[in-house]
């Protein structure tokens, strides 16, 4: 595709809920990223892919997050029982290689009511 | 563990001024980059920085880069109206992490 796409663009869902997250990277890019961005707070390094290995999960904030990504394009984040300060924009990066510019998608504006 | 310091993290300025913005990061980078983020929006990408002396311009705005001082700068001259938004710094770290800085957040009064 021309852009990276995430999807959906808001999610609202109720405190112990799980919830899946899409980024969709553009064609041929084999870095992805995820970041966590609260209110008006800077980007929290969450994963990366390189390919489908992700050789640094550090920036998971607990074992109720966790991320996959099949066939070197689409990647999942997943948040099992949500809680409240799980609230923010989920923002997903990708790039032809580690190290070259990064495109990133629109976010996924998630609220845990 | 790369760690990203920018500085101010917030600026009101007037219009026709110029500024520098300045990003302080800890330990080896091999790389830098510079995003400008709308509210409400997501990031765009500014200048990826890859090597010592490093000089990239783009309309008004300029970004330097000194591996040896662990410093960039992005430097904003004439500042005009559209040019409000929050600017944000972040280095690659050895094992491949983007570090983003807290970020800038903008305001040029007309």
């Known amino acids: 595709g021309a852009g990276v796409s995430q999807s959906p663009s808001n999610k609202v869902t109720e405190k112990g809920k799980d919830v899946e997250l899409r980024c969709d990277p553009i064609?041929?890019?084999?870095?992805l990223y995820w970041y966590r961005q609260r209110l008006g707070q800077g980007l929290e390094f969450l994963i990366y892919?390189?390919?489908?290995?992700?050789?640094?999960k550090s920036g998971l904030p607990s074992d109720r997050f966790s991320a996959e990504r099949t066939g070197e394009s689409v990647s999942t984040l997943t948040i099992q029982r949500t809680q409240q300060e799980d609230s923010a924009v989920y923002l997903c990066?990708?790039?032809?290689?580690?190290?070259?510019?990064?495109?990133f998608g629109s976010g996924t504006r998630l609220t845990v009511v | 563990e790369l760690k990203v310091e920018q500085n101010p993290l917030f600026l009101s300025m007037q219009e026709g001024k110029n500024y520098t913005i300045y990003c302080n990061y800890s330990?080896?980078?091999?790389?830098l980059y510079w995003y400008r983020q709308d509210p409400g929006k997501s990031l765009e990408s500014l200048f990826v920085?890859?090597?010592?002396?490093a000089v990239k311009q783009e309309g008004r705005l300029m970004a330097s880069l000194d591996t040896k001082a662990r410093l960039s700068t992005l430097h904003i001259t004439a500042a005009v109206h559209d040019l409000s938004a929050t600017y944000f710094c972040?280095?690659?770290?050895?094992?491949?992490?983007?570090?983003f800085g807290k970020g800038t957040r903008l305001h040029i009064l007309p």
């Open positions: 990066a990708s790039s032809f290689s580690v190290g070259g510019g990064y495109t």
């Open positions: 064609s041929g890019h084999t870095a």
């Open positions: 892919f390189q390919g489908n290995s992700a050789p640094d």
């Open positions: 330990t080896t980078s091999d790389r």
């Open positions: 920085l890859l090597s010592n002396g």
């Open positions: 972040a280095g690659g770290d050895r094992d491949d992490k983007i570090i």
